[in-house]
Each structure stands twice: as structure tokens, then as C-alpha cells.
Antibody, heavy 113, light 112 residues
Framework: QVKLLQSGAELVKPGASVKLSCKTS????????MSWLKQVPGPSIEWIGW????????NYNQKFKGKATLTVDKSSSTAYMDLSSLTSEDAAVYFC??????WGQGTLVTVSS | DIVMTQAPLSVSVTPGESASISCRSS???????????VYWYLQKPGKSPQLLIY???NLASGVPDRFSGSGSETDFTLKISRVEAEDVGIYYC?????????FGAGTKLELK
């Protein structure tokens, strides 16, 4: 069945970067749109963007341009998201999702010195 | 950005009864291809969101047919008939018509 397994929780210092991963199985990765979303207590969900695994084409929420960079590794059916110059505003749970239908379990990112 | 407004913020339901959640978009979600790009998700406590309804009225795979979605171009309803204990959680509507995709603030469903 469809599985999306995200990397573990991260504790990151302000100003640093972090790379989150989302390893997938159970479907054809190369023809999928992989989205990333952010959830903070409130609760609220923000869409960061998607990447088409077939050709690496991306579509970003303007708000996250310069903050998030989406990539994929087709050989391992894994999607990645780099978050740069982290601040307290970036502390959240981040989800990957396939075609907005199947979601990973989420990765908690804490930003603290 | 398209704003998605949900109501109510919370609802308390007796098991076996029905519940409805409303969602309004600030812009029509009807694409020229005839598809209305509104989606419904349920986030159970401590879990990631799961897709319930896609493209306004289509039941996602594995979702009980107690769930149904309906609406117009800007007003949408998720109905849950015969509410069960496993339906507890936060329900979100979302629009996947245009960038940026946006979501409502959520409706918390709890049991009486």
C-alpha cells in the first residue's frame, strides 16, 4: 500500500538549515506530485509547494520562496525539503503528501539555541 | 489568496446522529474543466490529515460512505451521517484550484 515515511524530529539553531526527507513506497513515484505542508498549533495548515517527481518541476507558494527548496531522488523514491535561515517562525510540523491525498506522519522542527 | 472559511469552529454530536460542516471560499472553485477543486480532510488526534472527499463530492478510497460532500461554486458542505467514535478530530476544507493552495481553520468534532 501507499507509504510515506518522514525523517525524525529536528532541533535546529536559529539561522541554520535543515533537510527533511520523505521516503515513499507502494506507488509510481516518478509520475507523482509531492507536496509539502506546514502545520502550527492553532491549528492551521499552509501549503509550501509541490514538486513533480518526473522532471523535478516545482510550484511554490510565494510565501515560501527562498525559505524552502524541494527536490527528489527518483532512484530511492524519496522527496526532500530544505529549509534555510531558520527562525522561531519556522517551528512547526512539516508533512509531505502525495497528490494531496496520502500524507506522511509529519516531522517536528524545533528552532532553539 | 483564496480564503476558506469554515463553520462552526466546533461541533458536539451524539453518536448515531448526523453532523454537517460548512466551508465557504472567497472565490469560485469551479474550474473551466467542470471540476470543483475543494477537498475535505480529517485529522484525528496525534495523526496526520487523511483525505475524505476530493473534488467536492468524490469519496476517497477506504472512506466510509457515511461521509459525503456537496456544494456550489463557493459554498460547500461535508455531511457525516451516523457519527461514530472514530470520527472525532479536526475537519479541514481546502482548495487546490490555484496557487497558493489554502485551507480552512478547521472544525473540531467531538462526541456528546
Amino acid at each position: 500500500q501507499v507509504k510515506l515515511l518522514q525523517s525524525g524530529a529536528e532541533l535546529v539553531k536559529p539561522g541554520a538549515s535543515v533537510k527533511l526527507s520523505c521516503k515513499t513506497s507502494g506507488f509510481t513515484f516518478s509520475t507523482s506530485y509531492m507536496s509539502w505542508l506546514k502545520q502550527v498549533p492553532g491549528p492551521s495548515i499552509e501549503w509550501i509547494g509541490w514538486i513533480y517527481a518526473g522532471d523535478g518541476g516545482t510550484n511554490y507558494n510565494q510565501k515560501f520562496k527562498g525559505k524552502a527548496t524541494l527536490t527528489v531522488d527518483k532512484s530511492s523514491s524519496t522527496a526532500y525539503m530544505d529549509l534555510s535561515s531558520l527562525t522561531s517562525e519556522d517551528a512547526a510540523v512539516y508533512f509531505c503528501a502525495r497528490d494531496s491525498a496520502y500524507w506522511g506522519q509529519g516531522t517536528l522542527v524545533t528552532v532553539s539555541s | 489568496d483564496i480564503v476558506m472559511t469554515q463553520a462552526p469552529l466546533s461541533v458536539s454530536v451524539t453518536p448515531g446522529e448526523s453532523a454537517s460542516i460548512s466551508c465557504r471560499s472567497s472565490k469560485s472553485l469551479l474550474h473551466s474543466n467542470g471540476i470543483t477543486y475543494v477537498y475535505w480532510y480529517l485529522q484525528k488526534p496525534g495523526k496526520s490529515p487523511q483525505l475524505l472527499i476530493y473534488r467536492m463530492s468524490n469519496l476517497a478510497s477506504g472512506v466510509p460512505d457515511r461521509f459525503s460532500g456537496s456544494g456550489s461554486e463557493t459554498d460547500f458542505t461535508l455531511k457525516i451521517s451516523r457519527v461514530e467514535a472514530e470520527d472525532v478530530g479536526i475537519y479541514y476544507c481546502g482548495q487546490l484550484l490555484e496557487n497558493p493552495y489554502t485551507f480552512g481553520a478547521g472544525t473540531k468534532l467531538e462526541l456528546k
